[in-house]
């Protein structure tokens, strides 16, 4: 876990948009997946697709060939899923997420591949968090604390990252 699914979730409500978040099983069936599209057209949330590497062929396969309607609509404002049209007033936004080495997986669809659009986030300044929370909170000191603090955060990382790995447990 890396915190992809509460940033894009947060992303998301900061856009005022509902999210609809669909964990990787294996054994998903289509009705499933185009209801979720379907779902994601009609109203316009965003669908969050975790974990695409660990999707079935078969899913995979039905989820480029609903993207490709997606992306290009036989009918304006509407798009087929399943053979059926359903209006899609605002587009959605339908985002998946993946290791990254998911751009050299063998078993990953090559078309599915072409079509998605790799992106990262930078990681977050926890220096001015540290200083927004602490001002937040009327100290007055708050610039000097959050330094401090975050100084010894980071001690703290190196010193454990620099110890062995081995269990102190028994």
């Known amino acids: 876990e890396v915190g992809k699914k509460h940033l894009l979730t947060n992303i998301a409500f900061l856009y005022g948009q509902f999210v609809f978040s669909c964990p990787a099983f294996l054994d998903i ?3 499933v997946l185009s209801r979720i599209f379907i ?3 009609v109203t ?3 669908a969050i697709f975790h974990d695409i590497n660990l999707h079935s062929r078969d899913s995979l396969t039905f989820i ?3 993207l490709h309607e997606f992306q290009f609509p036989k009918v304006q404002g509407e798009v087929a899923i399943n053979g059926k049209q359903y209006p899609c007033p605002k587009a959605p936004k339908i985002i998946f997420t993946g290791h990254h080495l998911l751009q050299e997986e063998k078993g990953f669809l ?3 591949r072409g079509m998605l659009k790799p992106i990262s986030f930078g ?4 220096d001015k968090i540290a200083l927004i929370k602490f001002t937040s909170y009327n100290y007055s000191e708050g610039e000097s604390i ?3 603090l975050v100084n010894l955060l980071r001690s703290i990382t190196n010193v454990i990252a620099y110890l062995p790995s081995k269990s102190i447990l028994p």
């Open 29 to 31: 069936t289509q009705i």
């Open 39 to 41: 779902g994601a057209a």
């Open 44 to 46: 316009g949330c965003w």
């Open 64 to 66: 480029y060939d609903t």
């Open 110 to 112: 090559p078309q599915l």
């Open 123 to 126: 990681a977050p300044e926890i």
């Open 146 to 148: 959050s330094l401090r």
